[in-house]
Structures are given as structure tokens and as C-alpha cells.
């Protein structure tokens, strides 16, 4: 079975740093786009970052200069260094990727969430 499985949330104060990971694992032929979205309570899901597997990669503005997606093709997985953390970065961040399973098929999946929460 097919399963995207988020790590590194947490409690964090304004100004510090946290790296989410999310790593695809079943049966994958190949994977597409991977990215980062979040959502705060009472507000729509957005997106955070999102990365193609050539490397090129898009931010949100508000997170551009502080926050960093890269992945690991090779691990299939694809990580979110977040810096300089602020109040208004709390929220539940989904990973989410468009996978192949066949050279045929490709569908998007999403992660379980995983809080960050900004406070001091």
C-alpha cells in the first residue's frame, strides 16, 4: 500500500528552526512533484512549497527567504527546513506528491499531517 509518512513536527519558539521529512514508500515507479501544504485552523488549505523531480522548486511568499524544500530521490523522500519560525507559520503541514506506479499512472497522495505550532 501506497502511504506518504510525515516526520519532524513540533513545538518550536519565534525564531527557531524545524525540518519536516516525509518519505513515499510502496510500490513507486517513479515520483513526480513533491510538496508541502498547511492549513491553520479556521483557514484553507495553501501551499507552502513544492519541488519537481528535475529540482526546480516554488514557495509561498510568505514563507520565501526562510523556508528551504529539497528531497532525496533516491529515498523517496522530500524535506522542509524551516527557519526563522513565525506565530503565523502554526498550522497542520501535509505532505503531498504525484506518484507513478506504473509508467502509465500517476495519482496525488497525501500525508497523515504533522503540527507545528510556533509559541512562546
Known amino acids: 500500500q501506497l502511504q506518504l509518512v510525515e516526520s519532524g513536527g513540533g513545538l518550536v519558539q519565534p525564531g527557531g528552526s524545524l525540518t519536516l521529512s516525509c518519505a513515499a514508500s510502496?510500490?513507486?515507479?517513479?515520483?513526480?512533484?513533491m510538496g508541502w501544504y498547511r492549513q491553520a485552523p479556521g483557514k484553507q488549505r495553501e501551499l507552502v512549497a513544492r519541488?519537481?523531480?528535475?529540482?526546480?522548486?516554488n514557495y509561498a511568499d510568505s514563507v520565501k527567504g526562510r523556508f528551504t524544500i529539497s528531497r532525496d530521490n533516491a529515498k523517496n523522500t522530500v524535506y522542509l527546513q524551516m527557519n526563522s519560525l513565525k506565530p503565523e507559520d502554526t498550522a497542520i503541514y501535509y505532505c503531498?506528491?504525484?506518484?507513478?506506479?506504473?509508467?502509465?499512472?500517476?495519482?496525488?497522495?497525501w500525508g497523515q499531517g504533522t503540527q507545528v505550532t510556533v509559541s512562546s
Open positions: 519541488i519537481i523531480s528535475g529540482g526546480s522548486s
Open positions: 510502496g510500490s513507486i515507479f517513479s515520483i513526480d512533484a
Open positions: 503531498n506528491a504525484d506518484i507513478r506506479t506504473t509508467i502509465f499512472g500517476r495519482k496525488n497522495y
